[in-house]
């Protein structure tokens, strides 16, 4: 017990990794928050710059830009509308409705706090539970993570205004542009329509920037004569009365953030939007219609994408299993430094798994301080004139879509989905299940062909196998749940029922 409390307490003691891993958050912050320069890129070209360290320092780095970086996320969601992440998609709903009303600080304020608790309970669970939630995620078939990509799909209805028809209709158009270019079980080309430049798909990033970040600065154009509105920055950190009212739902929330974020191939983006459609399930009276505003838009999917980063390490260290993209990174650093991740690491190197634990503890700190302040500074962003708003929107996308490859051809597709999305806004279509069908897209077509294969491409094998595992049948029911509660049969049944 002493000698885990030691290596918990490691990053503590010594000035150098504390100072590291300071750095480390306050870098991935910023990462975040630029759209397009995301934290597995991040730490990925940390590998090259830090395997000739020793391993305790090049870990402490890596955490702390993880940790910032999917906290920075929410800052330009906040107050550009541009997720800097996937994860922050459904923080965008309703923390830029906020900027908008002069509340930017306050969005700003919530979100820090509230990713620091989901932080705090996603690393809990790690040093409690790590090998019971790993147990937990090995009992998921393909057909379960199929499951659970078409469950986050029928959430679109969560993202749509209330238009199940516009809702699927986005999230569906979002599953065919994911399904562009070489089939990654045969090799062979999908919607390329002999077209070159299609056989190497098109960048989600590119998608995601395109549609939110380019095509907000098209409708900023149809409001050059609107007056600039001042944002009301008094109290940033939340008061206690506020945090008691929402811890119930915050605890639901970040519990939703652990379980998907120990699912293998899952990751934040899944866990925010099904925390988004909970927040919406169980919240009764709203003070604040959700898409308008509403503290609780901002709370659900904060807490659930920082919990997700605890979840994402317990089958990284307890089954050598990477939770995420970021996670899998972090395996290879750890095999270069002559680690091996998995159930022995735990049993022959106890002190790896708290100098982690206590690595990710000090980041999740380190957020909370660096995230409340320059807060003033920040949300001067949204008071600028729109000759100068708009341009700089126009040069973060650009900047965000090139980096990713490289490639001027997604700086193209950046541009041509900005068009398609602002005239799915001038209709009312929801831009947000697009970009979500785009990135789930691959996890249900890869599971879906997985499950069907290995039941010799029998449907009712298929339908047996679901109906025969209790984890199954659960989410099964649960899709069919949610498309019937989304549409006007549902209505009748509960009209009939009471």
């Given at each position: 017990?002493?000698?885990?409390?030691?290596?918990?307490?490691?990053?503590?003691?010594?000035?150098?990794?504390?100072?590291?891993?300071?750095?480390?958050?306050?870098a991935?912050?910023?990462?975040?928050?630029?759209?397009?320069?995301?934290?597995?890129m991040?730490?990925?070209?940390?590998?090259s710059?830090?395997?000739?360290?020793?391993v305790?320092?090049?870990?402490?780095?890596?955490?702390?830009?993880?940790?910032?970086?999917?906290?920075?996320?929410?800052?330009?969601?906040?107050?550009?509308?541009?997720?800097g992440?996937?994860?922050?998609?459904?923080t965008?709903?309703?923390?830029?409705?906020?900027?908008?009303?002069?509340?930017a600080?306050?969005?700003?304020?919530?979100?820090?706090?509230?990713?620091?608790?989901?932080?705090?309970?996603?690393?809990?669970?790690?040093?409690?539970?790590?090998?019971?939630?790993?147990?937990?995620?090995?009992?998921?078939?393909?057909?379960?993570?199929?499951?659970?990509?078409?469950?986050?799909?029928?959430?679109?209805?969560?993202?749509?205004?209330?238009?199940?028809?516009?809702?699927?209709?986005?999230?569906?158009?979002?599953?065919?542009i994911?399904?562009?270019?070489?089939?990654?079980?045969?090799?062979?080309?999908?919607?390329?329509?002999?077209?070159?430049?299609?056989?190497?798909?098109?960048?989600f990033?590119?998608?995601?920037?395109?549609?939110?970040?380019?095509?907000?600065?098209?409708?900023?154009?149809r409001?050059?004569?609107?007056?600039?509105?001042?944002?009301?920055?008094?109290?940033?950190?939340?008061?206690?009365?506020?945090?008691?009212?929402?811890?119930?739902?915050?605890?639901?929330?970040?519990?939703?953030?652990?379980?998907?974020?120990?699912?293998?191939?899952?990751?934040?983006?899944?866990?925010a939007?099904?925390?988004?459609?909970?927040?919406?399930?169980?919240?009764?009276?709203?003070?604040?219609?959700?898409?308008?505003?509403?503290?609780?838009?901002?709370?659900?999917?904060?807490?659930?994408?920082?919990?997700?980063?605890?979840?994402?390490?317990?089958?990284?260290?307890?089954?050598?299993?990477?939770?995420?993209?970021?996670?899998?990174?972090?395996?290879?650093?750890?095999?270069?430094h002559?680690?091996?991740?998995?159930?022995?690491?735990?049993?022959?190197?106890?002190?790896m798994?708290?100098?982690i634990?206590?690595?990710?503890?000090?980041?999740n700190?380190?957020?909370l301080?660096?995230?409340?302040?320059?807060?003033?500074?920040?949300?001067?962003?949204?008071?600028?004139?729109?000759?100068?708003?708009?341009?700089?929107?126009?040069?973060?996308?650009?900047?965000?879509a090139?980096?990713?490859?490289?490639?001027?051809?997604?700086?193209?597709?950046?541009?041509?989905?900005?068009?398609?999305?602002?005239?799915?806004?001038?209709?009312?279509?929801?831009?947000?299940?697009?970009?979500l069908?785009?990135?789930?897209?691959?996890?249900?077509?890869?599971?879906?062909?997985?499950?069907?294969i290995?039941?010799?491409?029998?449907?009712?094998?298929?339908?047996?196998?679901?109906?025969?595992?209790?984890?199954?049948?659960?989410l099964?029911?649960?899709?069919?749940?949610?498309?019937v509660?989304?549409?006007?049969?549902?209505?009748?049944?509960?009209?009939?029922?009471t």
């Amino acid at each position: 017990m002493a000698e885990a409390f030691w290596a918990f307490a490691t990053v503590f003691t010594q000035l150098d990794l504390l100072g590291l891993v300071a750095l480390g958050t306050f870098a991935g912050i910023y990462i975040g928050a630029i759209p397009g320069l995301s934290v597995t890129m991040a730490v990925s070209i940390l590998i090259s710059f830090t395997f000739a360290w020793d391993v305790y320092p090049a870990i402490s780095l890596m955490i702390g830009i993880y940790m910032g970086g999917v906290y920075g996320g929410s800052r330009t969601a906040i107050l550009l509308n541009i997720p800097g992440a996937p994860s922050a998609i459904a923080t965008a709903l309703d923390g830029y409705p906020m900027a908008q009303k002069g509340d930017a600080g306050v969005a700003i304020g919530v979100t820090t706090v509230m990713s620091f608790f989901g932080g705090l309970v996603g690393i809990l669970v790690l040093a409690v539970a790590a090998p019971v939630i790993a147990d937990f995620a090995l009992r998921f078939q393909p057909r379960d993570y199929m499951l659970l990509a078409l469950l986050g799909i029928l959430l679109v209805g969560s993202l749509s205004g209330g238009s199940l028809v516009k809702g699927i209709f986005a999230g569906a158009l979002g599953i065919g542009i994911g399904s562009v270019g070489m089939d990654p079980l045969t090799f062979t080309e999908r919607f390329t329509f002999d077209f070159p430049v299609l056989r190497q798909g098109v960048s989600f990033i590119a998608v995601m920037i395109g549609l939110f970040g380019v095509s907000e600065a098209l409708m900023q154009l149809r409001h050059l004569d609107t007056p600039i509105i001042k944002q009301k920055i008094g109290r940033i950190v939340p008061s206690w009365g506020t945090i008691r009212k929402h811890l119930p739902l915050s605890l639901q929330t970040s519990s939703i953030g652990v379980i998907i974020g120990a699912l293998p191939g899952t990751g934040g983006d899944i866990a925010a939007l099904l925390a988004y459609d909970h927040a919406k399930r169980v919240t009764k009276n709203p003070e604040v219609p959700f898409g308008q505003g509403a503290m609780e838009g901002l709370i659900a999917p904060e807490t659930a994408n920082n919990a997700a980063v605890g979840g994402a390490f317990i089958p990284m260290i307890t089954l050598g299993i990477p939770g995420d993209a970021v996670t899998a990174i972090m395996i290879g650093a750890l095999f270069i430094h002559g680690l091996n991740p998995g159930p022995m690491l735990m049993i022959d190197q106890p002190d790896m798994f708290w100098f982690i634990v206590g690595a990710l503890f000090t980041a999740n700190v380190f957020m909370l301080i660096f995230g409340l302040t320059g807060v003033r500074v920040f949300t001067k962003i949204v008071e600028m004139p729109r000759a100068v708003l708009i341009p700089l929107i126009m040069l973060l996308s650009i900047v965000g879509a090139y980096a990713v490859n490289n490639s001027v051809t997604d700086v193209y597709w950046m541009l041509g989905f900005g068009v398609f999305g602002y005239f799915m806004k001038q209709y009312d279509y929801p831009l947000g299940p697009v970009v979500l069908g785009v990135i789930l897209s691959r996890l249900l077509d890869d599971n879906w062909r997985r499950a069907i294969i290995s039941v010799r491409e029998s449907v009712p094998g298929f339908m047996a196998g679901v109906l025969g595992s209790p984890l199954s049948t659960v989410l099964f029911v649960s899709v069919i749940l949610i498309f019937v509660s989304q549409t006007p049969l549902w209505g009748w049944i509960k009209r009939r029922v009471t």
